[in-house]
């Protein structure tokens, strides 16, 4: 009789072990299976995200084919100017060749790409590179744009400091010829904002870490000089 309840027992003991085994394996089995559906549904929602992102940019006229720059000229020779405007060394290249550029777009010797980039944002407040870029943008609209980076140039805030208030750069484009209904209500809405991200995002991914990089068909201009920027334009063209 004993010996028969020692089996029943163990038996017993076995059944329950084998049931808790069961339970664990389904534990595991369904952990499994809501973390797998979790994966698939981030990475779908990422994809989704990812696809809406670099989609939902509005492009303002004059940009080049994806979105990055605004192109002045037409020459055999692209040259791509990466600007922030809050950049002092930006500030000097335009004072040095600017103008130099914009006689060799005229002259069809080069294309030029200009990229108002938002890098400096830290050294803002109120993210000053990307609302003065975004305002570029709404001048671009208006068909300003190389007359209205000028202007924000001349009128450069200081790195750290709060930089131009949103009035002040509406009125910097009225007083470049700039209607200041439309593009004061283009620069209050943030119209471009998405296009200066898409801006900035492209030219992280290019490898452009800095402030003013120019590159003439895709080599790093060396001598940011007048003379230099011809020559390099002369060379490339050849």
């Given at each position: ?36 559906v ?20 509005t ?17 055999p ?5 990466y ?28 294309k030029?790409v ?39 140039f ?10 131009l208030?949103d ?14 209904g ?29 402030t ?27």
């Amino acid at each position: 009789m004993s010996s028969r309840r020692s089996q029943r027992d163990a038996a017993r003991v076995v059944r329950e072990q084998l049931a808790r085994e069961r339970r664990r394996r389904r534990t595991i089995w369904v952990s499994a299976a809501a973390v797998a559906v979790l994966v698939i549904a981030g990475l779908i929602g990422w994809g989704v995200w990812s696809s809406q992102r670099s989609d939902s940019f509005t492009t303002p006229p004059g940009a080049n084919a994806p979105g990055t720059g605004i192109v002045t000229g037409g020459g055999p020779v692209t040259v791509d100017v990466y600007e922030d405007f809050l950049c002092p060394a930006c500030n000097q290249f335009e004072q040095s060749s600017g103008a130099t550029l914009e006689q060799l777009a005229s002259e069809n010797k080069a294309k030029v790409v200009y990229h108002p980039v938002a890098y400096l944002n830290r050294f803002s407040t109120t993210e000053y590179s990307t609302r003065s870029s975004a305002a570029s943008g709404c001048a671009a609209v208006g068909g300003k744009f190389r007359e209205y980076a000028k202007a924000l140039f001349a009128k450069q805030p200081p790195e750290g400091s709060a930089g131009l208030s949103d009035d002040e750069l509406v009125d910097i484009g009225v007083g470049v010829g700039l209607d200041r209904g439309s593009f004061g209500g283009c620069v209050k809405e943030g119209t471009y904002k998405t296009w200066t991200e898409h801006v900035t995002e492209e030219a992280s991914r290019s490898d452009v870490t800095g402030t003013p990089t120019i590159l003439v068909n895709g080599q790093p201009l060396a001598d940011r000089t007048p003379q230099g920027l011809t020559a390099a334009v002369a060379a490339a063209g050849k």
